[in-house]
C-alpha cells in the first residue's frame, strides 16, 4: 500500500487538520471531528447538519459554506460518526429556528443520527437520501443507498435555508430533491482502505462492478470490460428507468461523478457520452458538474447523478454557494 499517511489510525485526524489550515472560513472541532462554519451559529436561520464516514471526500466536509451545510460530522474512514459527534454538530449549529439532518441511508448513520436527534435540546427534522438505483437492499441498508445525490440535496435545502425559510420548508425541499434525483455508478477498481492495507475486493483487469456502492459493496453484476459508450449506457439507462424525466422544459441537472482515482480527462469523455445520450432521449441537461464530489477513496470508477427540474428547484439549484468543493456567485 503507497499512500501519503503517517499512521493509518491517524488520517482522519491529521486530515482535518489539512482542512483547518487550507480553508480559514471553516472552524474544525478537532476533539469532536466537526467541520463548522466558522459564522456558526447564526441566530434566526435554520441549521443544516450531514456527516458520515470519511473517504468520500470532498463529502460531507467539502460541501460546509454558505449556501449549504453548516456543519458537517467527520466519522472513520467508511464508519459513521457516533452520536456524541452528531450531537455536537447539531448544538453548535443551533440558531434558534431548529436543525436539518441530511443523512444518507446506511444502516449506522441512520441510526446515530436518529440518536443524536433525540438527545438534542432542539427540534430536529431528518431527511434520508436514498438515490442510488443500483440495488434496493444491501448489507449495508434497508432500501437504497444514499449516493452523489446527497450533494443535490445539500445544495437545494441550503440554499433555501440561507434564504430564511423555516424548518418544515427546508425539510420539504430536501424531500422534493431526494424525490427527484437519481444515481447510478460502475467501479473500475477497489479501493484501498488504509487501515486494511489492501484492496476491498478483487476485480480482474477484464471486468467492471455495475453498480457498486460507495464502500466497495457489490452492485447488481460484474461484466466483461466494455467501451465508454457501453459504459454509459450502462449506467444511465437505469437511471432513466426508475423515474420519468423531463421532455424539453427545464431539463435535469447532470452530475458526472468521479469515484477518487478517475482522470479528469475520462470524466469529460464519459460526460459527452451522457449528454449524447440524453440528446437522443430528448432530456436537456440544463446544468452540468464534472469532478469527484464523492468519492470512495482511490476507487477508479464514476457515477451518473440526474436531478430532475422544475422552476423552484432550478431557482434554488442556481443560488450563490461558497464552498471549499461548490462554488458560484
Known amino acids: 500500500m503507497k499512500k501519503f499517511i503517517n499512521d493509518p489510525a491517524d488520517v482522519l485526524a491529521d486530515a482535518l487538520r489539512g482542512v483547518a489550515a487550507a480553508h480559514p472560513r471553516l472552524r474544525v472541532d478537532h476533539d469532536a471531528r466537526v467541520i463548522f462554519r466558522a459564522d456558526e451559529p447564526r441566530q434566526g436561520k435554520v441549521g443544516l447538519v450531514s456527516g458520515g464516514g470519511s473517504g468520500h471526500e470532498p463529502l460531507h466536509g467539502g460541501f460546509v459554506g454558505t449556501g449549504m451545510l453548516d456543519a458537517a460530522a467527520c466519522g472513520e474512514v467508511f464508519t459513521s460518526p457516533v452520536p456524541d459527534q452528531i450531537l455536537a454538530a447539531t448544538s453548535g449549529v443551533d440558531g434558534g429556528a431548529g436543525v436539518l439532518h441530511i443523512v444518507k441511508n446506511y444502516s449506522g448513520d441512520v441510526m446515530n443520527f436518529e440518536m443524536a436527534a ?17 440495488v434496493q437492499d444491501s448489507s449495508y441498508t434497508v432500501g437504497r443507498r444514499g449516493v452523489a445525490g446527497t ?4 445544495k437545494i435545502a441550503g440554499a433555501v435555508a440561507e434564504r430564511g425559510a423555516g424548518l418544515s420548508e427546508v425539510a420539504r425541499l430536501a424531500r422534493k430533491t431526494d424525490d427527484n434525483a437519481r444515481t447510478m455508478g460502475l467501479a473500475l477498481t477497489s479501493c484501498t482502505v488504509p487501515a486494511v492495507g489492501h484492496p476491498t475486493f478483487d476485480l480482474p483487469e477484464d471486468q467492471i462492478e455495475l453498480g457498486v456502492g460507495i464502500h466497495g459493496e457489490p452492485g447488481r ?16 439507462d437505469p437511471v432513466l428507468g426508475d423515474l420519468d424525466f423531463p421532455v424539453g422544459e427545464q431539463g435535469v441537472v447532470l452530475l458526472v461523478n468521479g469515484l477518487g482515482g478517475t482522470p ?35 476507487m477508479a470508477g464514476c457515477s451518473v447523478s440526474l436531478l430532475r427540474l422544475d422552476d423552484e428547484l432550478l431557482d434554488l439549484w442556481d443560488a450563490p454557494v461558497d464552498t471549499p468543493a461548490l462554488h458560484w456567485a
Not at 228 to 235: D, G, I, Q, R
Open 118 to 134: 433525540e438527545l438534542a435540546d432542539v427540534e430536529v427534522v431528518s431527511v434520508i437520501v436514498d438515490d442510488d438505483v443500483a
Open 264 to 298: 479528469l480527462i475520462e470524466l469529460y469523455l464519459m460526460c459527452a457520452e451522457f449528454t449524447r445520450l440524453l440528446d437522443a432521449a430528448g432530456i436537456t441537461p440544463t446544468r452540468t458538474l464534472v469532478g469527484n464530489y464523492v468519492t470512495s477513496l482511490d
Open 151 to 154: 450533494v443535490f440535496v445539500e
Open 221 to 236: 453484476k460484474r461484466v466483461q470490460l466494455p467501451s465508454a459508450n457501453e459504459m454509459a449506457h450502462m449506467l444511465i
